[in-house]
Structure formats: C-alpha cells, structure tokens
C-alpha cells in the first residue's frame, strides 16, 4: 500500500492544488491525512485536494511523488477512483 501525491497543478482559491491518493486502501489514505493535518474536509471521494505549500511536507512523510497520469492509472487500478460521471449525483 502506497501513499501517492501528484503536482500541484490544479488553480482554485488563488492556489495550486494536488491530488494525494492511495492506491490500495482509503482508510490507509484517511490515516496518513490525519497524521498529516490534511482537513477532512479536503477529501473529495477518492482524494484528498491539497495546496502546493503542503507538498513537500507530505513527500517528506511518507507520500510517493509521481506524475499525474501515473497516479491516475494507480488509482483505478486500486479500484477505488470514482469515476466523473459518478461525482454529479
């Protein structure tokens, strides 16, 4: 089970954001949030959203950096990405 983090590419609120995932288990993701000061409310059904001044603490913790496609692919490879379509309802 692995922790992943993408680059803050994501503009909204006046800052860029990453996507924290894991690509195994959400209550594995939950817990390193937690741990992390990442707000609950940050969770958007299979990710956390997390602003960039926050990335390098969460790679120094533990989380795996990689591209945003790579963790796209890892995600639903978990099993565990909501698809778009799914988030509308």
Same mark, same amino acid.
């Given at each position: 089970m692995t922790v $992943?983090?993408?680059d803050? $590419?994501?503009p909204a609120h006046g800052r860029l954001w990453a996507h924290l995932v894991s690509d195994a288990d959400l *209550?594995? &993701?939950h817990a390193f949030a937690k !741990?992390? *000061?990442v707000p !609950?409310?940050?969770f958007d059904l299979d990710h956390y959203d997390v602003p960039a001044d926050?990335?390098?603490r &969460?790679? !120094?913790g533990g989380a795996q950096h990689v591209e945003g496609k790579e963790l796209v692919r890892r995600l639903i490879a978990s099993g565990l990405r909501?698809?778009?379509r799914d988030r509308r309802r």
């Open positions: $992943l983090i993408d803050p $590419l994501w *209550d594995e &993701l !741990a992390h *000061d !609950a409310r940050a926050l990335v390098p &969460l790679i !120094a909501v698809r778009g």
